[in-house]
C-alpha cells in the first residue's frame, strides 16, 4: 500500500513538472509578479535589520555626561554613581577621574595640536565626569529629574550634556525604518494578491486547455486529489523558481553596489553591514523564499482547482 502510494505521489509531481516546462509561456507573468513580491519581502528585511544595527550603532555613542566639583570626595562619588545606576533607565554609569578625562580629551583631539597644547599649559581644567549610558533615549524623564534634585545639582559645576544631534539623527533613522516597514508591508500584500490572481488565472487555463484529458480521468475513476495535484506541483514550482530568481537579483544587487558604487554606505543605509547581513544569514533567507513563494503558489493553485473542480462535480 505505501508502494502503492509512492508510485502516486511520484506520478503527481513527475505530471506537475511537465505541465510546467509545457506552459512555460503562461508561467512567465505569474512567476514575474511573484519575483516581485518575493524580492520586496527579502529587501525589506535586509533594509530593516540594517536600520535597526545603525541604530544600536548610533544609541552606543549617546551619552550624558555629569561634570563633578573638584570637591566632590571619593564617599560622596561613590554614592552618586549607586544612585545613577540604580535608576530604571540606566543602563551602565561610569565614573572618570580629572586625569582620565584629560586622556580622553586628549585622544578626541588629538589632530588639533593647540587645543591640546593649552589644555597641558594649564592645571588641568576638565572635571571629573560621571558617564551616562541610558536604556531608553526616548525616555530620560527620570534621569534629568534625578539630576535636577538640589543634592545632586549641588555636586555639578555645569549642567548635564546631552549629544542632541546624534538624538536627531536616531529618531529620523527610525522614522524611515517605520515608513520603509509600512510601504514594504503594503507592497507585499498588494503584489501577493496580484501573484495569487495571476497564478489563479494561469491555473485556470491550464485546466480549460487540459479538459478534456481531466474530463476522461474522471470517466476513470481518478480521485480529485490525483487530478489537483499536478496543478499544485505546477504552482509550487512557480513559487521555488521565483524565490532562486529574487534571491539572485538581491545579490546582484550587493555585488553592482560594492563593484560600481565602491561605498560601504549610501546615506542612512549601511550597505556593507546589508552585504553581510545577507550573506551570512543567505541560507535562512533562501528558506523563507522558497517557503513563501511554495505558500503563494499552493494556495493559489487550490483555490483556482477547487473551484474548478466543484463547477464540474455540479
Do not use: C
Given at each position: ?12 509531481v ?11 509561456s503562461?508561467a ?154 509600512e ?16 497564478i ?12 478534456d ?20 506541483v ?19 544587487a ?30 535562512v ?9 511554495i ?20
Amino acid at each position: 500500500m505505501g508502494k502503492k502510494k509512492l508510485i502516486t505521489f511520484w506520478r503527481i509531481v513527475h505530471t506537475g513538472m511537465v505541465n510546467f516546462a509545457r506552459n512555460i509561456s503562461l508561467a512567465i507573468a505569474a512567476m514575474a509578479i511573484m519575483v516581485v513580491t518575493l524580492t520586496i519581502v527579502l529587501f525589506s528585511l535586509i533594509i530593516n535589520d540594517t536600520f535597526s544595527h545603525t541604530i544600536y550603532q548610533i544609541t552606543s555613542k549617546i551619552d550624558i555626561s555629569v561634570y563633578l566639583k573638584d570637591s566632590v570626595n571619593q564617599q560622596q562619588t561613590a554614592k552618586l554613581l549607586g544612585e545613577i545606576r540604580s535608576l530604571s533607565n540606566v543602563q551602565s554609569a561610569a565614573y572618570l577621574s580629572k586625569a582620565q578625562a584629560l586622556k580622553v580629551y586628549e585622544a578626541q583631539n588629538s589632530s588639533n595640536q593647540q587645543l591640546i597644547q593649552a589644555v597641558q599649559e594649564t592645571n588641568n581644567p576638565l572635571p571629573a565626569t560621571i558617564i551616562i549610558k541610558p536604556r531608553n533615549l526616548n525616555d530620560l524623564s527620570s534621569i534629568k529629574s534625578f539630576l535636577s534634585l538640589p543634592a545632586v545639582n549641588k555636586l555639578q559645576t555645569d549642567p548635564p550634556s546631552y549629544s542632541g544631534q546624534e538624538k536627531q539623527a536616531i529618531d529620523r533613522i527610525t522614522h524611515a525604518t517605520n515608513v520603509l516597514r509600512e510601504i514594504g508591508v503594503v507592497a507585499v500584500i498588494v503584489f501577493a494578491v496580484v501573484s495569487v490572481l495571476i497564478i489563479f488565472n494561469t491555473i485556470q487555463m491550464a485546466i480549460f486547455n487540459r479538459r478534456d484529458e481531466i474530463q476522461i480521468m474522471r470517466l476513470l475513476g481518478a480521485s480529485t486529489s490525483y487530478i489537483r495535484g499536478p496543478f499544485i506541483v505546477e504552482s509550487i514550482i512557480y513559487g521555488v523558481v521565483s524565490a532562486m530568481i529574487s534571491v539572485l537579483i538581491i545579490n546582484e544587487a550587493f555585488q553592482a553596489s560594492s563593484t560600481t558604487l565602491q561605498a560601504s554606505s549610501l546615506g542612512l543605509l549601511d550597505i556593507g553591514y546589508a552585504n553581510q547581513f545577507f550573506t551570512d544569514k543567505f541560507l535562512v533567507l533562501l528558506i523563507l523564499e522558497v517557503v513563501l513563494g511554495i505558500v503563494i503558489g499552493a494556495v493559489s493553485s487550490l483555490i483556482a482547482t477547487r473551484r474548478y473542480l466543484k463547477f464540474k462535480s455540479r
